[in-house]
């Protein structure tokens, strides 16, 4: 069935118009809506820090609130945690490793990883809908990617815990000590789930601040790790802006610092990390290059380049923002494109049919909007999907523009939205050559019926990941990162394990 925009009954008399073709699919066909229940969520007016196996009021006393960007209602209240939150929160971890965390056998503490696991997945319901709510993000996502997704990442650090010496056969391995870790608002829980479960698999203890516009599903993971009987202060969890942030990488007690977010902010953390001994990883921006040529499965490779730029409303550090299409089905793939893109709903993400829901804040909103007026300022020709959008909160329309210079400002910067930038290209050295211009190196699809292409493609674009035939998979066991502006470090799989050990001969 051809899906219908949904957003507005009058909708209905401009889809009814007959088509010309064999079949009408556009004659009145419908989904009827299909919210997912909040009824088992009761989110707090207002969450605490979390610091030593207890929640606790900020040091201030000062909160802020989070909204729900697609009706911009307030959800709730969260603390800001100061400086001396941050040194309380870095004294636990640095108490609990020194006493308990490293004391424990390392079977024993796989057992609590493995525990937080389950009551995650006990609470997978739950957490789908309040990740929904606070960031945006469709509830198919959030329910079928995030959280199951997260709950893999701690079952797969729980197996790894008590067989370090395996994973690093013939090396002495042993842990850090106290790790820092920050986190940015696209994929909020799995960003703590990929950051708490190796680092402490590793035997590390933590101090994590999610980011300001998503914070809820952290203080429900907050309950979850006090629920599992943890020891307290192996994991911190303190909300606050990117003062708290820059508070825990500045801290003198921390071994290790993990960061996902802009590649401004990781230079600003390069900096200050430089010369203090602690170990960094940085997962910054990507401007990723999706590339097809014409031997591919055109079809299936529409539905990449769909999910490549628009899943999670293209708030994807990898997501496959530059399309490189072979010039001879160009015409086919961009007209089959503008078919797709008209069929995508945008709307309500707590209603299981929608495909592209709501921009996380206000300053992304706007910040994408500029973007999409610079690429037609440049002289790009812009395609954006027929669909309505709801009255209220923060919507883009599926967006992609074709006829982009190779110096333009959209085929050049991260966008973060849900606008795609498309250009052709002959022979593979040109699209080598195009694919590799860019300051980012984080990840790539390509599209081809010839495995010794892809082969020949994985050797010379630079970049961490290579999709072959898909795009945005994801795996626990599967290493992600970057090059150049992208960042260095490797998170997922038995790279991700040893970004939080030393390592020795
Ligand atoms: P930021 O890099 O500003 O935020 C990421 C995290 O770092 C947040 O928790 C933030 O806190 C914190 N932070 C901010 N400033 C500092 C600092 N000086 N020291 C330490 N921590 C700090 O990204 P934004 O959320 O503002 O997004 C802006 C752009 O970043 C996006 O448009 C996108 O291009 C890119 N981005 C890339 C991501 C990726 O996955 N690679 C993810 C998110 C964004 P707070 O939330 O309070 O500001």
């Not at 729900?68 to 603390?79: H, S, Y």
């Not at 001396?84 to 308990?100: H, I, L, Q």
């Not at 602690?278 to 590339?291: M, P, Q, R, V």
Request: hydrophobic residues 40%; neutral net charge.
């Amino acid at each position: 069935m051809a899906k219908q925009k949904k957003s507005d009954s009058s909708d209905k008399g401009q889809t009814a118009e007959k088509s010309k073709g064999v079949f009408d699919f556009n004659g009145g066909w419908d989904y009827s809506p299909s919210p997912e229940s909040t009824g088992h969520v009761k989110l707090k007016e207002r969450y605490e820090l979390y610091i030593d196996g207890k929640f606790v009021a900020p040091d201030s006393g000062k909160y802020f609130r989070t909204t729900n960007p697609a009706t911009e209602k307030v959800l709730a209240e969260v603390a800001h945690a100061n400086e001396a939150d941050v040194d309380k929160a870095v004294s636990a971890a640095r108490k609990a490793y020194e006493t308990v965390w490293s004391k424990l056998s390392a079977k024993e503490r796989g057992k609590y990883i493995y525990r937080i696991a389950r009551l995650m997945q006990e609470r997978a319901r739950e957490l789908a809908v309040v990740e929904t709510l606070d960031a945006g993000k469709t509830i198919r996502e959030s329910r079928d990617v995030d959280v199951p997704l997260a709950c893999n990442h701690f079952f797969y650090y729980a197996g790894w815990a008590d067989k370090l010496e395996y994973a690093f056969p013939n090396r002495k391995v042993s842990s850090l000590g106290v790790a820092g870790q920050i986190i940015p608002w696209n994929f909020p829980l799995l960003m703590a789930a990929w950051k708490i479960a190796p680092a402490l698999a590793a035997g590390n203890t933590v101090v994590l601040k999610p980011a300001e516009t998503t914070p809820l599903t952290a203080m429900l993971l907050a309950e979850i790790i006090h629920e599992s009987g943890l020891p307290a202060g192996v994991v911190n969890i303190l909300t606050g802006y990117g003062d708290t942030g820059a508070a825990i990488v500045n801290h003198p007690d921390i071994n290790k610092i993990a960061f996902t977010g802009s590649t401004n902010v990781g230079k600003i953390i390069q900096k200050a990390v430089a010369g203090t001994g602690k170990k960094l990883t940085l997962e910054l921006g990507g401007k990723s290059a999706n590339i097809v040529f014409e031997d591919a499965p055109i079809d299936q490779a529409v539905e990449g380049i769909v999910n490549g730029i628009f899943f999670n409303q293209g708030h994807v550090c990898c997501a496959g923002s530059r399309l490189f299409v072979q010039e001879s089905v160009a015409e086919e793939v961009i007209r089959k494109l503008k078919d797709r893109l008209d069929t995508l709903y945008v709307g309500d993400p707590l209603d299981k049919n929608t495909d592209i829901g709501a921009i996380n804040s206000k300053e992304q909103y706007e910040s994408i909007k500029k973007h999409i007026e610079i690429g037609k300022k440049e002289g790009a020709e812009i395609y954006e999907s027929k669909c309505l959008l709801p009255k209220n909160g923060l919507f883009i329309r599926p967006t992609l523009f074709t006829d982009v210079a190779q110096s333009s400002r959209i085929a050049q910067e991260e966008i973060f939205g849900p606008v795609l930038s498309i250009q052709t290209f002959r022979t593979i050295d040109e699209v080598i050559q195009k694919a590799n211009n860019s300051p980012y190196g984080l990840a790539a699809g390509v599209w081809t019926d010839k495995g010794s292409r892809i082969f020949n493609l994985t050797t010379k674009l630079r970049v961490g990941v290579i999709w072959a035939n898909t795009y945005n998979k994801f795996d626990p066991t599967s290493p992600f990162g970057g090059y150049k502006e992208s960042g260095f470090g490797r998170e997922g799989g038995l790279h991700g394990l040893g970004a939080y050990l030393k390592i020795e001969r």
